[in-house]
Structure formats: structure tokens, C-alpha cells
């Protein structure tokens, strides 16, 4: 991997990380369409660091009430009905899906997962299941109302974001708004639950880079993680603004639309689906 593709890759990967579009998607998509190996699992994954630093960024002073709240309730009783306390531990509780699959299934996320084929079907279905969340979803509970089952609830719709095109955020958003929650609450608690399960796979993945098949090496893979982090930003603080007023359907054309042009495009002859572009 060069330094130009790492570039390229570090801004897509910032700019659909937050975006209910699936970044590891993307970042398959565009290495294929341009004729790149694909970037890996593990470039992936260590990118996605950069991305959740802006997280911490945007969401700092939360985080840090959220941390010391947790810490507090861990030997004195009087914090453990505190919310930020109460969501500390929620986020935990929701992580051990993910936590657990991730595991389970490491193979077939290197490998079987990253099939296009499978990419397209998961970006059109799960773009109609976000289409019907944001439609039937009541929107009217907060983070006050997060209990175990619906911590849980959104921890399992995370770990389908281990395949390609379902989308972390997209996936976590739609299983909010199917249990009531607003847009704007069922997106931030995404985005904090992102926060234990990318830091945990990014640094379990650190040692793949530049090993095991993998073609990003170090230097590249570092701008890439620079640049998603300082993209990823500004992409948090839009997407915020965006969804207070207005719906994901936008979202939801795009992620159908691509998921046929891919369709198209392998039928066509023109990408193998488990590597690029067809020799001609």
C-alpha cells in the first residue's frame, strides 16, 4: 500500500464511519473499483482508531462524567443509579456481544465476510431495515430509558456490523429506533458503544499490519488513522446537526443504489467479488 491510496483510504474511511453507509464497505469497494488489494481486516480495524478518537473528542466532557460516575459507583452506592454511571455500565454490558462474536468468527471476518456479493446484499437489506426503523420508530425515549435488554439489544445489532456493509452506526441507529429511541440518542449511544469494541479490535489487530497476507505497512496505515480521525470529526458534528432535523432516507437510497450498482458490476464481469477488478 502507498502513501496516495493510504490518503485515499483514510478519508473514506473518515467520512463513512459515522455515516449509516458502512465504512468497511467503502473501503473494500474503493480498493476493488480502483484496482488496490484489498486493504484488510486490519487496516480496517487499526484505521478505525483514528475515527473513535474523534469520538472522544466530540464527546469528551460526556465521556469523562460517564468514566468518573462509573468509577464512583464502583464502591460507593449512592452512584450506581446515577445515569452516567447507569450508562457506563450499559456500554459494557453492550460491548460482550460484539466482544464475543468478534472471536468467534475471526476467520470468517478476514476472509469469507469480505465477499462483495455479500457487501451489496447487506447494504440494501439493512438500508430497508434502517428505511422501516426510522418510519415505525416511536422517538420518544432518551438514554435515561436505556435498560439491560435494550443495552443488549443494541450491543448484538453492533456485532453485524463484523460484515461488511451492514454498518455500525447503521445498524445500532435502526436497532434504537426500533425500540423507541430518538435519532439523535440512539446515534450517541452508537458511537460511545463503538468506543470499547474498535479500541479493543484496532490494537488486537495492530500486530497484522504488514504481516499474515496483509498489504498496509506501517507509515501508510498511520496517515490513514491521522487523516479518518481529523475527517471523522467534522463528519460527528454534521451528522448530529443533521439528524436533529431531518430523516435517513437520504442514507437509505444511497446504501440501495450502491448495493445494486455492486450487484451490477459483478454480474457484469467487472469485479471479482473476492479480490478487484477482472483481469482483462
Not at 473494500?28 to 475515527?51: C, E, H, K, S, Y
Not at 429506533?177 to 449511544?189: F, Q, V
Amino acid at each position: 500500500m502507498g502513501w496516495f491510496e493510504a490518503l485515499v483510504l483514510g478519508l473514506v474511511q473518515g467520512l463513512t464511519e459515522f455515516l449509516p453507509i458502512s465504512s468497511s464497505a467503502h473501503l473494500r469497494i474503493v480498493a476493488a473499483l480502483v484496482g488496490w488489494d484489498d486493504p484488510g481486516a486490519a487496516f480496517t480495524a487499526v484505521t478505525q482508531i483514528g475515527t473513535e478518537l474523534a469520538v472522544i473528542l466530540y464527546f469528551g466532557k460526556k465521556i469523562g462524567r460517564i468514566l468518573q460516575a462509573w468509577f464512583f459507583s464502583l464502591y460507593r452506592r449512592s452512584w450506581r443509579q446515577d445515569p452516567d454511571a447507569r450508562l457506563g455500565w450499559l456500554i459494557i454490558v453492550g460491548s460482550i456481544p460484539i466482544v464475543v462474536l468478534g472471536l468467534l468468527l475471526q476467520d470468517q471476518i478476514d476472509e469469507a465476510f469480505r465477499d462483495l456479493r455479500i457487501t451489496a446484499s447487506t447494504l440494501i437489506v439493512f438500508g430497508v431495515i434502517l428505511l422501516i426503523a426510522d418510519r415505525v420508530g416511536s422517538q420518544r425515549r432518551s438514554l435515561d430509558h436505556l435498560t439491560v435488554p435494550h443495552g443488549l439489544g443494541f450491543g448484538f445489532a453492533q456485532a453485524l456490523a463484523l460484515i461488511p456493509g451492514v454498518s455500525r452506526s447503521g445498524g445500532t441507529t435502526s436497532a434504537g429506533l426500533l425500540m423507541g429511541y430518538t435519532r439523535a440518542d440512539a446515534a450517541e449511544y452508537s458511537f460511545l458503544l463503538a468506543l470499547p469494541a474498535v479500541f479493543g479490535s484496532g490494537l488486537y489487530k495492530l500486530t497484522d499490519i504488514g504481516k499474515n497476507g496483509e498489504t498496509a505497512q506501517w507509515g501508510p496505515t498511520i496517515l490513514a488513522t491521522l487523516v479518518a480521525f481529523g475527517v471523522g470529526y467534522v463528519v460527528i458534528a454534521w451528522l448530529m446537526s443533521y439528524i436533529k432535523r431531518k430523516s435517513f432516507v437520504p442514507f437509505v437510497i444511497y446504501r440501495i443504489v450502491l448495493g445494486l450498482l455492486l450487484f451490477g458490476l459483478i454480474i457484469g464481469g467487472v469485479l471479482d467479488p473476492n479480490a478487484g477488478p477482472v483481469a482483462s
